[in-house]
Nanobody, 124 residues
Framework: QVQLVESGGGLVQAGGSLRLSCAASGGTFSRYAMGWFRQAPGNEREFVAAISWSGGSTQYGDSMKGRFTVSRDNAKNTVYLQMNSLKPEDTAVYYC?????????????????WGQGTQVTVSS
């Protein structure tokens, strides 16, 4: 059974940075693209970033471009999300997810396994 465990969330001031990690177990991590999504109270779950199986291709949500960077270490079965220049509107629970295939996608239906999420709170 695939398990995904996020870590690295917390409280940060606007303009600050956080690095989220997602450790995967079960399955073959390096065969699949991985993604990050977020959900704020009362909002739909929103695409944040995705990375292909090799790390050679990445995608970002429009409001994250230039501020967030997704990366992965297949030897450690871990995907990362570096978040810089954080804004209060970035406050949400952040989830990592495993894609159904090797290519990165931006739709929730592209992913079949999800972590429990980690809270990120950005104060103004």
């Amino acid at each position: 059974q695939v398990q995904l465990v996020e870590s690295g969330g917390g409280l940060v001031q606007a303009g600050g940075s956080l690095r989220l990690s997602c450790a995967a177990s079960g399955g073959t991590f390096s065969r699949y693209a991985m993604g990050w999504f977020r959900q704020a109270p009362g909002n739909e779950r929103e695409f944040v970033a995705a990375i292909s199986w090799s790390g050679g291709s990445t995608q970002y949500g429009d409001s994250m471009k230039g501020r967030f960077t997704v990366s992965r270490d297949n030897a450690k079965n871990t995907v990362y999300l570096q978040m810089n220049s954080l804004k209060p509107e970035d406050t949400a629970v952040y989830y990592c997810a495993r894609s159904r295939g090797a290519a990165a996608g931006s739709l929730r239906r592209d992913y079949d396994y999800w972590g429990q999420g980690t809270q990120v709170t950005v104060s103004s």
